[in-house]
Nanobody, 115 residues
Framework: QVQLVESGGGLVQPGGSLRLSCAASRSIFTINAMGWYRQAPGKQRELVATITDSGVTNYADSVRGRFTISRDNVKNAVSLQMNSLKPEDTAVYYC?????????WGQGTQVTVSS
């Protein structure tokens, strides 16, 4: 059973930056496209960014140009660099496989953007 552990969230002012990390309990990133997802209070979980096993990236329109997804197959890690954060980015962020999030969801990491 693969375990995913997200970290790096916190409280940040609008316009600030955070870098999220996702670590897996075993090497999965070399064989799976991965995605970052988020869930805001009272809303459905949504896809934020994806990266294929060959490094091709894609982003939701709401974050394109502000967020950057990357992967380190040696460290079994996927990261999300978030810049120019907005209050509407406030959510719990998760990583999982993409396009089918077939691994058990981790606990996520809370990102709060507020002045």
């Amino acid at each position: 059973q693969v375990q995913l552990v997200e970290s790096g969230g916190g409280l940040v002012q609008p316009g600030g930056s955070l870098r999220l990390s996702c670590a897996a309990s075993r090497s999965i990133f070399t064989i799976n496209a991965m995605g970052w997802y988020r869930q805001a209070p009272g809303k459905q979980r949504e896809l934020v960014a994806t990266i294929t096993d060959s490094g091709v990236t894609n982003y939701a329109d709401s974050v394109r140009g502000r967020f950057t997804i990357s992967r380190d197959n040696v460290k079994n890690a996927v990261s999300l660099q978030m810049n120019s954060l907005k209050p509407e980015d406030t959510a719990v962020y998760y990583c999982n496989a993409w396009p089918f999030p077939r691994f058990s969801w981790g606990q996520g990491t809370q990102v709060t953007v507020s002045s």
